[in-house]
């Protein structure tokens, strides 16, 4: 966990005062409501559907059990009972009075915790590996790299009004969790031939009306030059972005429009002018930005992988969670737990208040009182140690955060859609819904192999559904809710967009069609371990359109 100095402390204390006044003077009629609104984007609040919608930032998905605790308390509250944990490692309230928001907002800064820059046109919440500091595959800890970012973009003179939102994102490890290849800054951690320790550099990734995958400009940056680099991209696309065309504002249209290579050389003729300036990063600094990350004191547990062995072949539903839910931590008799927010007929990524308030009693019990979330819309318990697993285990399923279907076909990514987004033109929980009932069977999901399937109610995307394995996207026709359909995406190391199958499937047959998929995924795979996108990139589309579309 990152310890907050007393300026981060002191500067969401004064930003709730400045919000506490603004409200005031919204309610009183002082301020209509297209002049509160750039007032209000800076802290994190949207108007829904239905109401206000606040935004929480996670920053780099980490959270302690005191935080935990307190979106807890503000769920039972401020809204109804719940919170929703999204792609961006944010968490929303979507029921949020505004007479009450600065009172809610005062609460989360007892905590540390605020709304600032989760929206308007500036850098957003850096985002980064939910594993980051235990993963066994990664260089570093990526998250002492995501801080510095923090600390440099936070209300950053020069960035507060970008021609559009802005994201970042960083991931030292050899497998991609942190979805770097559609932001607009990918950051990954790597060594040169000198063994050296820096970063490739991506940009121009994003998804929405126009997705594409980032381009790498820089194969390796030193990290004594990560901010001034950084700096000089934003700079060069707050001088060129468009401004005049909110559909070609994001960096990836101006990286496309120019080129990679004309791109990359306007950011190496800015660079070169501040390189060598006070953006250049001491060793000295990362060293004491590192010092405030408090790590576990781990112990030596040898005993601890038999202990867990027996457990597993002493209790077969525990055995599965185990293969499903359990990763390796880089500290042997550890591990990273993920904890499943995708319940059979539950919202993708809620969490209740009780849930809340009893994740952050076992993370206080069993994971140091850290708690991660991750892009995929679940929670991750990241210092367990392995002979503790069987009772973690028990008291997870009991407040139903167990399902052992993490990567599994169920384990859905959904934004939340027309019941609350004014912008979707689909429902995307009740489909997600439907799908997890669809394949409640864990053993058949098991034998599916990893499979994700991703939602987003309308083109901006936020359910990610370009990259999913299967991706659907809602489109409006006639007055009517309609999905087209995607397959073959992928958001890692080998980052690709999915292919269109066939025309938009109407609302009510989207589940029907999905399953279909599936279906013909079973017949065309070679083996019973062939995964789905290895089935997809070896037959291609068609044999999938031909399946799907027979009948139709």
């Known amino acids: ?91 929303q309230f979507n029921w949020i009075k505004l007479d009450e ?67 970042i994102a960083v991931t030292a490890a050899t497998h991609d969790r942190a979805a770097v290849k559609v932001h607009d800054i990918g950051l990954r951690m790597r060594r040169n031939g000198a063994g050296e320790v820096g970063f490739e550099v991506i940009v121009g990734g994003g998804l929405g009306r126009t997705p594409f995958i980032g381009k790498t400009i820089k194969p390796f940056l030193p990290k004594r030059d990560l901010l001034s680099y950084v700096e000089a991209i934003i700079r060069v696309y707050n001088q060129y972005g468009r401004r005049d065309n909110i559909y070609k504002a994001r960096i990836k249209i101006l990286v496309h429009e120019l080129g990679a290579e004309a791109f990359a050389a306007q950011v190496e003729t800015e660079w070169q002018a501040i390189r060598d300036g006070v953006l250049a990063l001491d060793p000295a600094m990362i060293a004491d930005i590192k010092a405030r990350f408090q790590y576990p004191d781990y112990e030596v547990l040898e005993d601890s992988p038999r202990m867990l062995a027996d457990a597993r072949r002493a209790d077969k539903r525990f055995d599965a969670w185990v293969g499903n839910a359990v990763a390796n931590h880089k500290t042997p008799g550890y591990a990273i737990v993920t904890l499943s927010l995708k319940p059979e007929g539950g919202p993708p990524g809620d969490a209740t208040a009780g849930q809340m308030d009893a994740i952050a009693d076992l993370a206080d019990r069993y994971s140091f009182g850290e708690i991660r979330v991750g892009h995929e819309q679940n929670l991750v ?48 929980i009740p489909v997600a819904q439907e799908l997890t009932r669809r394949f409640r069977n864990l053993d058949s999901a098991r034998d599916l192999g990893r499979l994700h399937i991703n939602i987003s109610g309308c083109i901006n995307a936020c359910g990610h559904h370009h990259v999913g394995h299967i991706g659907l996207l809602g489109v409006e026709k006639n007055g009517e809710e309609f999905f087209q359909i ?24 989207v589940a029907d069609v999905v399953e279909d998929v599936v279906a013909a995924y079973v017949e065309l795979r070679e083996r019973p371990d062939e995964i789905f996108l290895d089935t997809v990139k070896r037959v291609g589309v068609e044999p999938f359109r031909e399946r799907v579309y027979a009948a139709r």
């Open 1 to 91: 966990m990152y310890r907050y100095d007393e300026f981060d402390r002191t500067l969401v204390v004064q930003r709730v005062a400045e919000f506490r006044d603004q409200v005031a003077r919204r309610l009183s009629g002082a301020l209509t409501e297209e002049e509160f609104k750039p007032l209000r984007l800076m802290n994190g609040v949207y108007l829904q559907l239905h109401a206000y919608m606040l935004r929480i930032a996670i920053p780099y998905g980490t959270l302690s059990s005191e935080q935990m605790r307190m979106l807890a308390h503000v769920a039972r509250r401020y809204d109804r009972g719940y919170g929703h944990f999204t792609t961006r490692q944010n968490l």
């Open 101 to 167: 928001l600065p009172d809610a907002m005062a609460d989360l800064s007892r905590a540390g915790m605020h709304g600032m820059q989760t929206s308007g046109n500036v850098v957003r919440n850096i985002t980064t590996d939910q594993w980051g500091g235990v993963a066994p595959d990664e260089i570093e800890d990526p998250r002492v790299f995501a801080e510095i970012l923090r600390q440099h973009s936070t209300l950053h003179p020069e960035f507060s009004f970008l021609p559009r939102k802005f994201k």
């Open 381 to 428: 318990l990241p210092h367990v140690v392995q002979r503790d697993l069987p009772a973690l285990w028990r008291a997870l399923d009991a407040v139903g955060v167990a399902t052992p279907n993490v990567g599994l076909v169920s384990d859905i990514i959904a934004c939340p859609g027309l019941d609350y987004c004014s912008l979707a033109n689909t429902r995307s």
């Open 486 to 509: 995607t397959i073959g995406g992928q958001a890692d190391e080998d980052a690709r967009l999915g292919a269109l199958l066939g025309p938009a499937v109407p609302y009510a047959e």
